[in-house]
């Protein structure tokens, strides 16, 4: 069986991208490894120069989705970063580990892999989970973005602990 990589994975990728923005090829390539990305494909792959600066653009577009005003404006941004990293959907089996499906050619760089995966994924997550599962924490003074997973849909914070701490600070306000 092979799993899906264009799923939830993708998603947390382009946060903890965003998160922990890499500042050398090796520091992507340890990134998408650590998130379980199509790692195979990443590590048979040696990132560049030029993948790093590949993938910095498409996160500035990604994040330009999650920060989108309205459903329009964040379907739109979406549907322009899957024009441009995509292709039609067809089945592979290139490791020989089972049919699956791709959004790209087989032959990418890593800069075009990635910004593949984080686009396919992200569609896939807001079409299936809800268009407004993106956000930035609600927390003041935290920036962090996150993609919701949680089972209600109601995450407004980027960790457990930026939830606390803006509980924490609700309670004192309302203490004398």
Do not use: F
């Not at 441009?84 to 892999?113: C, F, I, Q, S």
């Not at 609600?138 to 457990?160: F, H, I, K």
């Amino acid at each position: 069986m092979h799993l899906n990589p264009y799923g939830a994975d993708a998603v947390l990728l382009a946060v903890d991208l965003i998160s922990r923005p890499p500042a050398t090829p090796v520091e992507l390539a340890e990134i998408c490894e650590e998130n379980r990305v199509d790692s195979s494909l990443i590590r048979d792959r040696k990132a560049t120069a030029a993948d790093l600066a590949a993938v910095r653009v498409a996160l500035d577009e990604w994040i330009e989705v999650v920060d989108a005003e309205s459903e329009q404006q964040r379907v739109d941004l979406m549907n322009a970063m899957l024009a441009k990293y995509t292709e039609h959907p067809r089945l592979t089996n290139h490791a020989g580990d089972g049919w699956h499906m791709h959004y790209r050619p087989d032959n990418v760089p890593v800069g075009r892999l990635v910004a593949t995966l984080i686009s396919t994924g992200t569609a896939l997550h807001l079409a299936g989970r809800g268009i407004s599962r993106l956000g930035r924490c609600a927390t003041e003074g935290c920036d962090n973005v996150y993609a919701d997973l949680s089972r209600t849909g109601r995450q407004r914070y980027c960790s457990p602990a930026c939830a606390n701490r803006d509980a924490v600070r609700r309670h004192r306000a309302r203490t004398p």
